[in-house]
């Protein structure tokens, strides 16, 4: 647990030895959290835990890949859902969502015309709608791969340029989307170094316009949200509640607030 000076809800719970009925509401609070997964996770699945910035790979119940995250930030929530992933693309564009041209991009538009060209951005016009894009780079906010499971949220797992994010305690950055650390690993690990998809390989791809892998079978996507959960030793772990969510479940079981 990081030094921050602040009394928070993970400190207060940590203190079980004064405080055990909040440990234990939120325990299960967790445990309700629990019954909104699908029953079958999938013979080989990825979990992303929010609260704890971590991403986890199984094969049935062995974890073969563990890495860090960085997850939407307060007010830009990375959505709690599942999906299959089917698909990756190496050197990725970057379409860039209209709620950031709009909010982010037009004011520096308007304070420099050329603002677009100089940092690299295409403005393109497809099907009647102009969009913005970042091309494949080493600039592009994306990183050089990304992990596709389509959904309504328009959200996927990728790499990023802003490395030193995983260096922070506290990782709740991004605008929706989870940024992955050391992401060539990941690939391995759902393409199958069984079947020759070596992290090695899949860096060699790396340069050039986008390149489309299919999955050779699907692997489920759990994004979760656990604030209280067992790790691979046996030992109960606790974490902020970023988003407030536990704080919402427990008030509707008529727990502790």
């Not at 939407?72 to 693309?89: D, L, Y």
């Not at 994306?142 to 990782?171: C, Q, S, W």
């Amino acid at each position: 647990m990081p030094a921050s000076g602040v009394l928070t809800p993970r400190t207060v719970a940590s203190l079980s030895g004064g405080h055990p009925k909040r440990l234990e509401d939120e325990i299960v609070a967790n445990m309700e959290r629990w019954r909104w997964l699908p029953r079958d996770l999938g013979q080989r699945y990825v979990a992303v835990n929010i609260p704890d910035y971590s991403l986890d790979v199984y094969d049935g119940e062995r974890p073969i890949h563990h890495a860090r995250v960085v997850v939407g930030k307060p007010g830009h929530e990375t959505p709690i859902f599942s999906e299959a992933m089917k698909f990756i693309i190496v050197n990725p564009y970057w379409n860039v969502p209209l709620s950031i041209v709009n909010k982010e991009m037009m004011p520096k538009l308007a304070a420099d015309p050329n603002y677009f060209e100089n940092h690299g951005y295409e403005v393109v016009e497809k099907g009647g709608e102009t969009y913005v894009r970042q091309p494949p780079g080493d600039s592009n906010a994306l990183g050089r791969i990304k992990f596709m499971f389509p959904n309504k949220f328009a959200v996927y797992l990728h790499d990023t340029n802003a490395k030193g994010y995983f260096n922070k305690d506290e990782r709740a950055l991004s605008h929706g989307c989870v940024r992955v650390d050391q992401p060539f690993k990941l690939a391995e690990a759902v393409l199958g170094r069984d079947r020759g998809w070596t992290e090695a390989r899949v860096e060699g791809m790396v340069g050039g316009g986008e390149r489309t892998v299919n999955l050779p079978r699907p692997v489920q996507v759990h994004i979760g949200y656990f604030t209280a959960f067992v790790d691979e030793t046996g030992q109960l772990r606790l974490r902020d509640d970023v988003y407030g969510y536990s704080a919402k479940v427990r008030a509707a079981l008529g727990l502790s607030s």
